[in-house]
């Protein structure tokens, strides 16, 4: 169940991308935080890692997305998996 | 699971972390231990400490949360100047590598053929009898993943110990050509500059490289410049297009081998159209090439007419014919490198390294900047970069190949060797004067009968995988017999394809398990402590050498004493008595990392790589070398080498001092090398080109990543990108498992037509993270002469559907 801290880099200011961030909002998990200049700050709390991925990937896909970086993660106790 | 109250607490820190990075609190100084923990929780028993991410040779810095024993957070450290509290996906996960479900936890022996869990007493003992029996048939393979001070005590241990010169990394297989470009032109290796270039470039170039996926947090370092409105024109020079080439405002598709023609067009323009930067040729700069009989790594001085005359049939229509690339472009390149009014950064990594001419096309690089002068002002620069945290920290600085020693020594110099000895206070004459067997002959020696001439029969591997990496495995390990003398050890966190190989495996702590130092690819040394317990009977890789050595002092080895008598790794308290380093349970009983580092330390001033005390990087986030005490008792860091405004071995008033010039002048080297066609080209029977390499979700073998649960779903298996024209004339279709097929072995891949990666109409590409498809039994062996690193990206190849294929791999 990891809580993240991201930050979506936009390849203008973020002003210009309001659709990707209304799709972004619309995410249950998401929380919109703070914008300057091309750079949005989220926060995803997702049931699952496999939610988690999801929500990274839907987001880095948006128009106007150029990167998404990680600020901070916290996770819980489950073990990873093996190949 | 986590409470609510706790969950809104880790949101709220959690939005404060990523919020203080978009509020443009991105410019931080380095020292400050605080700043990078500032907004992080710590309350409920969550402690926070700085450690360097476990992935690639980038170096970001984490702050890692532990709780109750335990990784439970990880944050970008907003205190390093390299990642300025960013991290990339592989970064997020970089705390859930140690919690995989498999992890080796007990020393395995295979007796008839089956793994039996044994005691570390045991282990070590068998290590050290085979050892003694027979030390100069061994061999000791590590990495560039090993730390500074595990590389350091190995290298101390086989050549100082042992008077065995064969131990070699992994680091052979992926920046052996960086090393020796950089000693060709400079004397010295790495490179000049340093990540500042990438903030402050007009243009990038990139040949054969693709950080937005291998680098990412470096990438966006320059697309977030572009977000910010500055203008940044990337180029990239590539086989196939990536995620590197959307970004990107040109892409110049080349043949394979095309970068060697396209640097000595670009170095023909610029002397035919008389731009070039005669200033800073005639002062800092000298001609050579290679020797008409036998080219070794110092080749023959010649005139600059003699250069230009060789140049002269590099046309661009000639270079067009050898790259692909058109002639306008070629110009086009040759126009950005005349004009001195921008700044231009190269970079490179795998393209330009693995690669038949890898010094020459390192060399050629480096000779496009010297010749045009763009060299040595922030942004101005050709950097090569690194695939893992510590290639140059502990392979290219601690010197772990087989014909190093630490600090930019030789072997193959007396002078060296006997400095060494001194610094070790061995017996004199310990250091063999024969160079070691480099990473593909160790392997073949190993894998070779004794009675054909196979003198390699035990082998020691750490940190590392060659049961996936090495090319061509069929012709390694495949059928083969009359091996039954030789016997392979490997240390290692999960079972990989190497331990599948091995006679005995010892369980690794990993990362935050144990004290560490890396060295990444801008000379930046990092440090951190250790956090947590590695799992079960999983130890450092460092106390293995030094228990395997102390044993082997035990058994009376002279090699293992100095020449008081006193063991080589030898550590006493303040009364003078000996810490038993050796016994486990004693091993952190005191800061075994800091003796070998302040130890090491003394061979780094020998060829201007100085370091720092090791309590200067328990403070910093890194510091870049070389770094150098100030009159107020401070160590100052270098950005720029060779540069006057920034490196305290250049003489005051000099704009720039090549100070270890091979010409023994002061100057860089400008190279000519002749376009030499690959190895192995297609014909009619293996009509394509296959090119291998990384992909953004795995690092390298896939052995951390593939247990991260999120990544391995994001990419499960490996597969063979394909043009879409080409899957169709031959009746493929998407997802269709075919056989790639080589003279040399064959694997099996599901077709990915037109995916992430695109390459050209004849074509494939396929990652090697995936060891359920080794696409190293393709691969081919074939090695640049002078770095004797290997080719793992053009062989010719044909794509078969599995009904006609031949055999199945
Ligand atoms: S760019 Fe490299 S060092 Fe930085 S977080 Fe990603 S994998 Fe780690």
Not at chain 2, 223 to 241: K, L, P
Not at chain 2, 487 to 497: E, G, K, M, Q, R
Not at chain 2, 693 to 703: Q, S
Not at chain 2, 734 to 740: D, N, P, R
Request: hydrophobic content about 35%; charged content about 25%.
């Amino acid at each position: 169940m990891p809580i993240s801290g991201l930050v979506v880099t936009f390849q203008s200011s973020v002003a210009e991308h309001a659709d990707s961030i209304d799709q972004i909002a619309d995410l249950p998990e998401v929380e919109v935080g703070e914008s300057a200049g091309s750079k949005l700050a989220i926060v995803v709390d997702s049931a699952t890692k496999r939610r988690d991925q999801e929500i990274w990937n839907a987001v880095y896909q948006l128009p106007g997305v150029i990167d998404l970086a990680v600020a901070m993660v916290a996770f819980d106790e489950d073990a990873e998996t093996k190949p | 699971m986590m409470d609510t109250k706790r969950r809104n607490f880790l949101k709220s820190a959690a939005m404060a972390a990523a919020g203080s990075m978009v509020a443009g609190n991105m410019s931080l100084p380095v020292v400050q231990a605080d700043q990078g923990v500032s907004d992080l929780p710590d309350g409920d028993g969550l402690s926070w400490n700085k450690a360097p991410c476990r992935f690639c040779g980038t170096g970001c810095h984490v702050q890692v949360g532990v709780e109750d024993g335990r990784v439970v957070a990880i944050a970008g450290d907003k205190a390093a100047d390299v990642n300025k509290g960013l991290l990339c996906v592989k970064g997020y996960h970089v705390g859930g590598i140690l919690y995989g479900k498999d992890r080796l936890t007990q020393p395995l022996l295979r007796k008839d053929g089956r793994l039996t869990e044994i005691e570390w007493d045991e282990a070590i003992e068998i290590i050290a009898k085979r050892i003694f029996d027979s030390p100069e048939t061994f061999a000791f393979y590590g990495s560039g993943q090993w730390t500074i001070p595990e590389g350091y005590a190995a290298q101390k241990f086989m050549k100082g110990g042992l008077s065995n010169n064969h131990i070699d990394p992994n680091a052979r297989l992926c920046m052996a050509s960086a090393v020796t470009g950089f000693l060709a032109t400079y004397g010295v290796d790495e490179p000049a500059g340093c990540y500042q270039d990438l903030d402050e470039c007009d243009v990038l170039i990139l040949w054969g490289n693709n950080p937005a996926e291998m680098h990412p947090v470096l990438f966006s370092r320059v697309t977030d410049r572009r977000s910010r409105g500055e203008t940044v024109r990337i180029i990239d020079i590539g086989t196939r297009r990536t995620r590197t080439t959307d970004a990107a405002n040109d892409y110049l598709e080349m043949k394979p081998h095309g970068d060697v023609a396209i640097s000595l067009g670009i170095m023909h323009l610029l002397i035919e159209n008389d731009n070039y930067d005669k200033s800073f040729v005639e002062k800092h700069c000298n001609f050579r090439g290679d020797e008409a009989d036998t080219p070794t790594l110092s080749g023959e001085p010649i005139s600059e007419d003699e250069f230009r005359k060789r140049i002269a049939k590099y046309t661009p229509e000639r270079v067009e014919e050898l790259s692909g690339v058109p002639a306008d472009e070629i110009r086009m390149l040759a126009d950005l490198f005349a004009d001195r009014d921008i700044r231009i950064t190269s970079l490179w990594c795998m393209g330009m390294n693995q690669h038949t001419m890898g010094t020459a096309i390192n060399s050629l690089v480096h000779g496009v900047h010297l010749l045009s002068g763009h060299f040595g002002r922030p942004g101005d620069a050709p950097t090569s970069l690194t695939g893992q945290p510590s290639a140059c920290g502990t392979v290219r600085e601690v010197g772990t190949l087989s014909h190093a020693l630490p600090g930019g020594r030789v072997i193959a110099n007396p002078e060296h060797r006997e400095q060494c000895e001194g610094f070790w206070n061995v017996r004199d004459g310990s250091i063999n004067e024969v160079p070691g067997y480099h990473t593909v002959e160790m392997f073949e020696r190993f894998t070779k009968p004794t009675a054909e001439g196979g003198d390699i029969t035990t082998m020691l591997v750490q940190v590392t995988n060659p049961g996936q990496t090495l090319p061509n495995l069929n012709a390694l390990f495949n059928d083969k017999k009359g091996l039954e003398d030789k016997f392979l050890i490997v240390s290692d966190v999960y079972p990989t394809a190497t331990t599948a190989l091995a006679d005995l495996i010892l369980p690794a702590a990993m990362w935050v398990e144990k004290n560490g130092m890396f060295g990444n690819s801008e000379r930046r040394t990092q440090q951190w402590f250790k956090m947590v317990d590695p799992p079960g009977e999983a130890r450092d890789d460092c106390w293995m050498t030094i228990a395997i050595a102390r044993k082997l002092f035990e058994m009376g080895h002279e090699g293992m004493k100095d020449k008081d008598g006193d063991f080589i790794f030898a550590v006493k308290d303040d009364d003078g008595q000996e810490i038993p380093i050796w016994e486990f349970d004693r091993y952190y009983d005191t800061n075994v990392d800091k003796h070998l580092f302040e130890e090491y330390r003394l061979f780094t001033r020998m060829k201007h790589k100085n370091l720092a005390p090791y309590e200067e990087y328990v403070k910093a986030r890194g510091l870049r070398w070389p770094v150098v005490e100030q009159e107020d008792g401070s160590w100052r860091e270098t950005r720029f080498r060779f540069s006057g405004f920034d490196d305290p071995f250049v003489e005051e008033g000099q704009e720039f001092d090549f100070y270890h010039s091979t010409s023994n002048d002061g100057r860089a080297q400008i190279w000519f090398h002749e376009y030499q066609p690959p190895p192995e080209v297609p014909d009619d029977e293996y009509p394509m080109w296959l090119c291998t390499g990384r992909v953004l979700e795995h690092w390298h073998t896939g052995t951390m990543t593939r247990r991260l649960a999120p990544l391995n779903r994001a990419m499960p298996t490996a597969y063979v990108e394909m043009h879409l024209e080409d899957a169709k004339a031959a009746n493929i279709r998407q997802g269709e498992v075919v056989t790639i097929e080589s003279r040399r072995g064959v694997c099996d891949l599901p077709v990915w037509i037109d995916g992430r990666g695109r390459p050209p109409r004849g074509t494939v590409f396929v990652p090697f993270f995936d060891e359920s498809k080794l696409i190293n039994n393709v691969t081919l062996e074939a090695y640049d002469p002078f770095s004797k690193q290997p080719d793992y990206k053009k062989c010719a190849v044909r794509v078969v559907k599995k009904s006609a294929a031949k055999v199945s791999s």
